[in-house]
Nanobody, 123 residues
Framework: VQLQASGGGLVQAGGSLRLSCAASGRTFSTYALGWFRRTAGKEREFVAAINWSGGSTYLADSVKGRFTVSRDNGENRVYLQMNSLKPEDTAVYLC?????????????????WGQGTQVTVSS
């Protein structure tokens, strides 16, 4: 599975962005997908995940109520809708896939990673 995230950019605090992750491969619909973010000098931080069917999602406490995650298995895409953005949301956002089909919040469970897209939130 190859992943490519897009949709990042510069936005003012309180604004919104929608990230998209395009995946290749026929088995996309069997994989769970996750979003993580990375800032300089820090480990990757879990943001959100969605199971293989899209019927179950999980979000980090820091983004609950502001972000939502969804997927379109027909288009081989997963989305991260980010609302009410804060300067502390500034990071490179990465999408990742796990063949288990279930939601995980830890990076070792994810076998495939995209290159990421930069999100910058100004105050």
């Amino acid at each position: 599975v190859q992943l490519q995230a897009s949709g990042g950019g510069l936005v003012q605090a309180g604004g919104s962005l929608r990230l998209s992750c395009a995946a290749s491969g026929r088995t996309f619909s069997t994989y769970a997908l996750g979003w993580f973010r990375r800032t300089a000098g820090k480990e990757r931080e879990f943001v959100a995940a969605i199971n293989w069917s899209g019927g179950s999602t999980y979000l980090a406490d820091s983004v609950k109520g502001r972000f939502t995650v969804s997927r379109d298995n027909g288009e081989n895409r997963v989305y991260l809708q980010m609302n009410s953005l804060k300067p502390e949301d500034t990071a490179v956002y990465l999408c990742a896939a796990t063949p288990t089909g279930s939601i995980y919040t830890s990076t070792p469970y994810y076998a495939y990673w995209g290159q990421g897209t930069q999100v910058t939130v100004s105050s």
